[in-house]
């Protein structure tokens, strides 16, 4: 049955786009209404923390609860933050202060609601009898088909409704990512016994997934790297980017189309990816994608160059990027056990965030008091450093190791276990 499937990766697109329309629209906002790159900074290290505290609480929550209801109510919870932004801001009665209380709200939605959707992708793959390598390609083609088009249609949309305004579609994007899970998906995973909850309970269960990453090498390898680059990823896209467009191309037109070009880029590598992807050495692809995806891009930004050459290096080091995370998801599912999906998943997403409310503080301060070009360039550099590490510490050889006969077999799709639809 391939219906919840489907559904899975109509809702990701969906929600994809809106929240692309966020990305854009609420530094813009925060620019144009205070002309702070530094405050601008602080909105998105406030949207990030409250995403790594629901990452922490949410693994287990999943766990807990059917990820279902935990999609359905991440996604409802999020229409309404977002819808308030703009409702608030028509009254004049959103300061910097309501503005980071409603952030930080938004961001205590989304890692829930993300760790749902991956939770629940094995068994949809399951039924649609979809190898799961496969599937996350898909997954993860949907997020980015829907970030190519809310990247594609911010830009002008910012600039024909305003950035607020633009709020009102992406709050719009979650409600139907609710009522799409609502609907179609009616799938069980497999869980431990529910306890009843306590704060012990629930820490021990952190502690849980902790365990499996430390027992897990190359997991606690991938969440320490992918640590540091969401760290500078976080200067990125709440400050350099959003500057970028201001200061460079003084349009959130092209800015827009230059987050569509990404979004199109990235795209294209997972397509690549999920076509080819079983042919192709693990371990060389991951670390020459990884290569490529950061420091020729903030390098390329610091020139100022043309926007031929701007747009194609973007596309490009967007191609290298979107290699990445199916490579990460698929280790993921074949060697977490699906009971200890949540929890784990919680773990990692903790993890890779725990340093972006930091990068976009840096790079607000540092785009205010150095510049936008000396932020670029020191990204850059720091990111240089970041991607060699799979060419020196032999623990990422491990991506290239055979999965075990019992992982192979519950990858594969062949049989549905304990999915119930």
Not at 113 to 118: E, Q, Y
Not at 148 to 169: C, H, K, M, R, T
Not at 212 to 230: G, W
Request: glycine share 12%; charged share 10%; hydrophobic share 50%.
């Amino acid at each position: 049955m391939k219906i919840p499937l489907l559904a899975l990766l109509a809702g990701t697109t969906i929600s994809g786009v809106g929240t692309a329309m966020t990305v854009l629209s609420i530094p813009w906002y925060v620019l144009h209404t205070t002309g702070s790159a530094a405050q601008m900074g602080l909105v998105g290290a406030a949207e990030v923390a409250g995403l790594i505290v629901s990452s922490a609480l949410g693994g287990p929550l999943v766990d807990r609860i059917q990820p279902r209801l935990v999609s359905i109510g991440s996604d409802a919870l999020a229409a309404i933050m977002v819808g308030l932004v703009p409702l608030l801001a028509a009254v004049n009665a959103l300061p910097l202060e309501a503005l980071i209380a409603l952030v930080v709200v938004q961001g205590l939605t989304r890692s829930p609601g993300g760790t749902a959707v991956d939770a629940l992708l094995p068994s949809t793959a399951k039924l649609a009898r979809t190898p799961i390598s496969r599937a996350s390609s898909l997954l993860e083609g949907a997020g980015r088909t829907g970030r190519l088009l809310g990247g594609a249609s911010a830009g002008l949309l910012i600039a024909f409704l305003g950035p607020a305004e633009v709020l009102y579609v992406d709050a719009a994007t979650y409600l139907a990512s609710a009522l799409l899970t609502t609907a179609f998906i009616h799938v069980d995973i497999a869980q431990a016994k529910p306890q009843p909850w306590s704060p012990k309970g629930h820490l021990a269960e952190l502690k849980d997934g902790i365990r499996y990453l430390k027992a897990e090498r190359l997991l606690a390898a991938v969440v320490l790297m992918v640590m540091a680059t969401n760290t500078l990823d976080g200067a990125y896209g709440s400050v350099l980017l959003p500057s970028f467009g201001n200061e460079v191309l003084h349009s959130s037109v092209l800015l827009g189309l230059m987050v569509g070009t990404s979004s199109a880029g990235s795209l294209c590598g997972i397509v690549f990816y999920g076509t080819f992807g079983e042919r192709l050495p693990t371990w060389v692809t991951y670390s020459v994608a990884f290569l490529l995806t950061g420091a020729p891009r903030l390098i390329t930004m610091a020139m100022e160059p043309s926007l031929t050459v701007l747009f194609l290096v973007t596309a490009v080091t967007s191609f290298a990027s979107g290699m990445i995370n199916p490579i990460l998801l698929s280790q993921l599912f074949t060697r977490v056990p699906e009971s200890m999906r949540g929890r784990v998943f919680g773990v990692v997403a903790a993890g890779a965030q725990v340093g972006m409310p930091l990068g976009a503080l840096a790079g607000g301060a540092t785009v205010q008091f150095a510049g936008l070009t000396t932020a670029l360039l020191v990204t850059a550099g720091l990111y240089l450093t970041v991607t060699l590490c799979p060419f020196v510490f032999r623990v990422w050889r491990r991506l290239d190791e055979p999965l075990p006969v019992s992982v192979k077999g519950e990858s594969s799709g062949d049989h549905v276990g304990g999915a119930v639809a």
